[in-house]
């Protein structure tokens, strides 16, 4: 970016010395001329700005007064005293709205305020959107100078819209005004892509609105600024900070590092994302999981469904609204029957009662036989399907028990018919 700017402001200066020639100046005495020429013969800033502000008391009424406000703007801007660098832009802006070179400067410094107070960040806008609203009077193709090439006067446009934007989404930022500033921070990087720290900020008024539907490309533009590593990248202590940042955001959002290879190796080669682009949440994986297996799995997932209420905090109160009383599974989910393993017969042989086991292996369904018995016995492990009307629950360790009727029981072995006493042989006849 630094480059950037030092070519932008190279070509802009050679169209502030066209547009400073003035008319006829004068001093008002030789004591006025020496403050002027001592202020620029100093090298150092302090004594600089000293002797300026000493030619601007004793001399309020100069003919020159507009040119030593500049020389001011730019030994505060040396000197970093960028609060001081504002209040004196904004005074020559009060005087010449349109002067290019106190709104370059201060667009240039705007990032740069310590304490940005909402007076200063006023300042600063004011110069920003001056910029902005003028930019056709200011970088119209009838305006580059003859000694410019095209290809110069172009780029310092552009580099000069990257910056206004890029300091109008700061100042939005500081403001909290995240809309506003992702707005100006997205035209800023269509202007110039080679800036991280401006895919950084992005990422930042992105994340903050707390928009599920930006959530994906604020995570996207911090891996930008993390990964991206060519021209206007940022420090690699900086880098390495914001990528530990972002992996472990990426892991915590989307439960896991996978597919954040691929993102980083994209980030890297293009500033903005995919129109498409999504990254998917944990609970938004778990959804479609628990979609897939109740696709799959449909009795089973209907089985979980109704445990995890049951065993849940308000389970009591669901068993008694939804459940009690219920046919079960009664064709929810296009489930007819729940489908079980035999643990245990009660007792053992033409059964009142049975012990199944549909996922705990000791058992977690219990079918009261109303009437009649089960005739016969079935060995463990028989498989059985079954509806029947819920009375009752155990949450640890979990138990539903089922009221139902023999015919509501299917896999149940017929039992075999009692085999016939063999007939009884004819005594053969007495000898006489």
Known sequence: MKRTLILAATVLFS?????????????????????????????????????????????????????????????????????????????????DPKNLRAMYIMAVNTVRLVKPTPEL?????????????????????????????????????????????????????????????????????QANPANAQVSYWLGTVMLAQKNPDKTSAAM?????????????????????EIAAYINKLYTNFHGS????????????????????????????????????FRKANPMLALWKSVKGELTGPEGASYFENHVKGALLPGGAGGVRKFRAKLVAAKPPKNPKELVLSLEDPAGDITLQILEEPLP???????????????????????????????????????????KKAPAAKKAAPAKK
């Open 257 to 292: 590092d996978e597919g954040a290879a691929e993102i980083r190796k994209m980030a890297q080669e293009s500033v903005f994302p995919p129109a498409d682009f999504k990254i998917a949440s944990k609970a938004e994986l778990d959804l479609q999981k628990e979609e897939e």
């Open 220 to 240: 996207y533009h911090f891996f930008r600024a993390g990964y991206y590593s060519g021209q206007g990248a940022l420090p690699d202590q900086t880098r390495k």
């Open 15 to 95: 169209v502030f010395a066209v547009w400073g020639q003035a008319p006829q100046k004068n001093w008002k005495d030789r004591a006025e001329y020496d403050l002027y020429e001592a202020a620029s013969k100093a090298t150092d800033n302090a004594k600089k700005i000293e002797l300026l502000n000493t030619w601007k008391q004793k001399y309020p009424n100069s003919d020159f007064n507009m040119e030593r406000l500049q020389m001011l703007l730019e030994a505060y801007q040396a000197a970093g005293q960028i609060d001081r660098l504002m209040e004196t832009g904004n005074e020559i802006l009060s005087a």
């Open 376 to 418: 016969g016995s079935a060995p463990e492990g028989t498989e059985l399907e079954f509806e029947g009307v819920p009375v009752a629950f155990r949450a640890s360790p979990y138990m539903l028990t089922f009221e139902v009727e023999k015919d509501q029981i299917s896999g149940w072995p017929t039992p075999s018919p009692a």
């Open 121 to 189: 960040l006023g300042m600063a806008e004011k110069a920003v959107r001056g910029l902005l609203n003028n930019f056709n009077e200011f970088f119209g193709p009838d305006k580059r100078p003859a000694s410019t090439p095209e290809a110069d006067w172009k780029k310092a446009a552009n580099d000069t819209a990257a910056l206004a934007h890029l300091s109008l989404g700061w100042i939005h930022m500081q403001r909290k005004q995240n809309e506003e500033a992702e707005k100006e921070f997205t035209a800023s990087l």
